[in-house]
């Protein structure tokens, strides 16, 4: 661990420091939510933010993607075991 990431609170703010990270994260801690319905919920972000901001969180490992082989096609959005343990925040 690095110099940068050796305080918790610093570690934990590089995760999800930013505007829209913790919104998506708070509507995830009930359920599980479809694509569409998770961005409806967060107003004023664009389409390419929010799948950027899914992205970073799904890279980070602090949520997991759902795609259902259906047509049209199906995503679903919720907490990752290692995001799991933020809802205790």
């Known amino acids: 661990m690095n110099k940068e990431n050796s ?3 610093n570690y934990t703010m590089n995760l999800i420091g930013t ?3 913790p919104l998506i ?3 995830l801690l009930e359920d599980d939510l479809r ?3 998770l961005q409806k919920k967060i107003r004023g972000i664009s389409n390419k933010m929010f799948t950027q901001t899914v992205r970073e969180l799904e890279k980070d490992g602090l949520i ?3 795609v ?3 047509v049209p096609p199906k995503v679903e959005y ?3 075991a290692r995001g799991n343990p933020l809802s205790l925040f």
């Open 35 to 37: 694509s569409g319905i």
């Open 19 to 21: 505007k829209w990270k």
């Open 68 to 70: 259902f082989p259906v």
């Open 7 to 9: 305080c918790p609170l």
């Open 64 to 66: 997991s993607r759902k």
């Open 78 to 80: 919720g907490l990752s």
């Open 25 to 27: 994260l708070f509507h």
